[in-house]
């Protein structure tokens, strides 16, 4: 018989002995045995992974700071050579000579630390100068940038070791996916007109009533949004974007739709200038590109301040394409400082006056979807956007005091729940240098002890003081980057240790990408409409969304 033909005979053609045979329970379980014996070839899940898994299941479904096995996701992003990894910024001499020492005594510290950074009991932090929206606009840019889902907090490892599954620039990856050709379920393909005049998609709001922006300037009564919403699987819920993260609490997902009707806004300018070309591509360069510049001239100086920014933009060199691991100083410290930003109450828009952050994490998860039209987000009250707002949040101080809603996340339990000590033992886990070791690397003078300890509580003293001050000689990188925001600069923004990492890594990784605005063939300035002319800021995104008008 031709080689061709031995295949294996069709099951209609089998006689009734032979198909009892191929499927008893016995031929079954020598081939559970087979499949069991391939289980060597992978690796064991550790408790820790199986206590995250657990988030990704109803009623919470949320990958947000989950860890998951790799090759759950495609051997490409996490296995080949060309994979992004993290890495680190200080020689490695420097953080083995300062990096806190990985056992009991300094975890059970770390723990007791977090855990106390975020404790309902003490007094909330104040109020920055900085408008909240900066909080969740930080956030949304983190998730652009970087995404670990495989470091463990029981045992040190190395960051080289361990991949970011997100591309390392600012390239919106988090709102366009791969594109249109590789994830068209996130578009909305046109059915007349240029072909290639493709919208995301937009979700659709329950009626509830009132909620959004007000009008008549922002103050009259508001209108019921109906498109205000990420879009959503039918049934599910769960939202259809560039990156889960996005939807992990309602500012967040309200940031995201956001974005999306910024895409759809510059798609349909297009059309109505008669535009020629490929009206995708330029409007997604044009929405990056102006993003890309509301990052650096806008955020990035708020927070770490213009000086630093501008020295960075002068001083750091990064040819296009040249290689780059995520640092950890960045993605696990200071980048983190975001996290004490976040309040405990916010006025949402008129019908929502008093939101607790419990509410802000409950009212974009089931049963409370897809979002109700009277909890769209007013962002005149979060950015200084020019229209009016009852109320103009203002982020927290950057300190080390959290909101007490970010010790129990929503999905998690345990030492899972609690955001500040997961923040600290990664820390640990990745062994980053301490935050005196990296003031020494950049050649500023450290925080003296009795500066990391102005104007704390006794007891948060009294924790910093303890074991041989082990915390005060070698601060953990993330509460360093706090405590020296809260010191030198009143908590409005990030001092020269925190700052400079924060500044550098951003010029970094736009230098480094061949498609930013800083490598555009003609200098690029916003080519988009600004309250300033020549300048962008996240208010004027917003503006040109129009999301702050009903
Ligand atoms: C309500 C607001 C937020 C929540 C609930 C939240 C929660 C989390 C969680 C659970 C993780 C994983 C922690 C771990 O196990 O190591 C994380 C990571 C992170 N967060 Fe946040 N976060 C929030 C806001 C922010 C903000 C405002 C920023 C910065 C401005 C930020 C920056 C980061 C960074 C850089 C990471 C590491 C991401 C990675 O590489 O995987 N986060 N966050």
Redesign the pocket.
């Known amino acids: 018989m031709p080689a061709r033909d031995k295949v294996k005979t069709p099951v209609q053609h089998l006689s009734a002995q032979k198909l009892f045979e191929r499927f008893s329970l016995e031929s079954r379980n020598r081939s559970i045995e087979k499949i069991l014996k391939t289980q060597k070839d992978l690796p064991k899940v550790s408790r820790e992974k199986l206590e995250l898994i657990r988030a990704l299941k109803p009623p919470f479904k949320r990958f947000?700071?989950t860890k998951v096995p790799l090759p759950w996701f495609p051997f490409w992003l996490w296995r080949t050579q060309c994979s992004d990894k993290f890495g680190y910024l200080t020689p490695k001499a420097v953080r083995t000579a300062t990096k806190l020492p990985f056992n009991a005594t300094t975890r059970s510290l770390l723990q007791q630390l977090g855990h106390f950074m975020a404790d309902p009991a003490r007094a909330a932090g104040n109020d920055s100068t900085i408008p909240a929206g900066y909080?969740?606009f930080?956030?949304f840019?983190?998730h652009d940038i970087?995404?670990?889902?495989a470091s463990n907090l029981d045992a040190e490892q190395e960051a080289t070791a361990i991949n970011?599954m997100r591309s390392p620039s600012l390239d919106l990856d988090n709102v366009y996916g791969s594109g249109p050709a590789l994830h068209p379920y996130l578009y909305l393909f046109p059915n007349s007109g240029p072909p290639t005049a493709i919208k995301m998609l937009l979700g659709t709001n329950q009626n509830m009533g009132g909620g959004g922006p007000g009008s008549a300037g922002g103050s009259g009564p508001m209108g019921t949004p109906t498109n205000s919403d990420v879009p959503r699987m039918p049934g599910t819920n769960t939202a259809v974007i560039g990156d889960p993260r996005n939807d992990?609490?309602l500012i967040i997902s309200q940031f995201q739709h956001a974005m999306l009707k910024l895409h759809n806004q510059i798609v349909d300018a297009l059309l109505a200038a008669g535009f020629t070309g490929d009206v995708f591509l330029q409007a997604k360069r044009t929405v990056t590109w102006n993003y890309q510049w509301a990052v650096v001239h806008d955020f990035l100086k708020r927070v770490c301040g213009a000086t630093r920014v501008d020295t960075a933009l002068a001083s750091v060199t990064a040819a296009p394409n040249s290689a780059f691991a995520m640092p950890v100083e960045f993605?696990?410290a200071a980048?983190?400082?975001?996290?004490s930003?976040?309040r405990d109450f916010y006025w949402i828009n008129q019908a929502q006056i008093q939101a607790s952050?419990a509410d802000?994490f409950a009212f974009n998860r089931n049963p409370l979807l897809p979002v109700f039209s009277n909890w769209v987000v007013d962002f005149n009250a979060f950015f200084d956007t020019g229209f009016a707002a009852a109320v103009h949040n203002k982020a927290k101080k950057i300190d080390s005091t959290l909101a007490p809603g970010?010790d129990t996340?929503p999905g998690f339990t345990g030492l899972m729940a609690m955001?500040a000590t997961?923040?600290l033992l990664?820390g640990a886990a990745l062994g980053l240098p301490s935050g005196q070791g990296v003031a020494g690397h950049f050649g500023v003078a450290p925080l003296t002890a009795a500066q990391l300890k102005q104007g704390l509580s006794a007891e948060e003293t009294a924790l910093l003081d303890s074991a041989g001050g082990v915390l005060l000689t070698k601060t953990p990188l993330w509460y360093y980057v706090l405590r020296e925001a809260a010191v030198l600069h009143n908590g409005d923004q990030l001092g020269p240790v925190g700052g400079r990492i924060v500044a550098e890594t951003f010029v970094r990784i736009l230098k480094r990408d061949p498609d930013s605005f800083l490598n555009a063939a003609t200098p690029f300035t916003p080519s988009l409409p600004s309250a300033t002319p020549g300048n962008f800021t996240v208010a004027d995104l917003l503006n040109v969304a129009r999301v702050t008008v009903p």
């Open positions: 947000h700071g909080t969740y930080g956030q840019v983190d970087t995404l670990d889902i970011n992990e609490n993605a696990v980048y983190r400082f975001g996290h930003m976040v952050l802000v970010l996340l955001l997961r923040n990664r």
